[in-house]
């Protein structure tokens, strides 16, 4: 089946920050996204758990991106707009879709 | 101080306290026990409903004064100046620079209301009545404080990020809306709809309050447990004076005012408490260097059970001592 190449971009951020950055995507003409709930994890500000949080004040959430490889400078620039000062992580891989269209 | 001591002692042994003590318990024992996210969230939407449309109920039952409108100035008031205190006595007694003491200075302006839900339960138990709007009073407590420590922030050369966006996430933050809009039902429908309801709002109150304690002591439990050494002696020591201190900002507007005593108690646990639910999210968005862990530590595993076990009855007491009851 014929497949096309795309880039793969996952940021984790604080819940608090999710809505930022969702409309900084969506400003820089990001069309799909996915939002992922993340249970616990650890990292340079210590571990955390969801099951300990009284709010979404101390959670995390994956965002993830599937884009055409020449739209994602575009797309890193509006991320690191939000991201830039929180905790949180910001990684891009390669992929291959069915559909390039879509992307 | 024996009516001190005997206060606390009851209160300690009631259901909602040792709920609590329960959640710490597993917490520390590494008990596998949780609340699942969505119980604990339906459970405090419940309560929030219940303890707003009961404020509303009672008051239309008993009408509105001037003591209402002053009662919403004193919390604006309280709320905005609290944090200055708070963030005076952080820089006497901990070594916290500007920007983590001011993050934890908007905390203790700001209020807890599951601490207000408490008070009213341990009111209600003495058969204590209180003013029906002092609900609204913890509503309007909820965001001047979150300004104020920006405020201290920005004073310092600092940078906040404060935009319109991040205003109406506190002023319309699900907690808020739906306490002061279950209050304006309470007060719309007044005691004939709280009949109608009352089966569902009044009766299992305090059976949903320990089940929701259980879960706070579990979250305050385990947040504590994974904190340990993150806080020093001295911000140990401001997490359990500045109730005491709050709370006599509290009992000075309550003077002023002329509220009843079940109204005093209230005011002063409101002033005495401290948020770990809306400030922390406010906090992350404009304060992101600020370490979180030092202020939901302090609120949710120093301040909130100190208020819950010792701060109300001591509260109730000094009111009493006061106002005669």
Redesign the interface.
Known sequence: MQTHKAKRVEIIIEAPMERRLTKALADAGVTGLTVLPVLGGSGRSGRWSREGQVSRAGGMVAVVCLIRPDRLDRLLDAAFEVVERHIGVVSVSDCEVLRAERF | MGEILSLAANNLISPIILSFALGVFAAFARSDL?IP?AVAKGLSIYLLFAIGFKGGAGVAAHGVDAKLVGSLVAGLVLSAVLPFVAFAMLRAMTKLGTLDAAAVAGHYGSISIVTFVAATSLLNGRGISSEGYMVAVAAVMEAPAILSALWLVVRSGRGA?MDA?LMREILLNGSIVLLVGSFAIGWITGEEGLAQISSFIVAPFQGVLCLFLLD?G??AG??LR?SRGVLGAGAVVFGLTMPLVGCLFGLAAALLLGLSLGGTVLMMTLAASAS??AV??????AL??AN??IY?TLS?GVTFPFNLTLGIPIYAAIAAAILGG
Do not use: H, K, N
């Open positions: 949780t996210e990020d966006g706070m579990l979250v385990r947040g994974e770990y639910i922390p999210a406010a906090m992350r968005v992101p260097e979180p862990s939901l949710l």
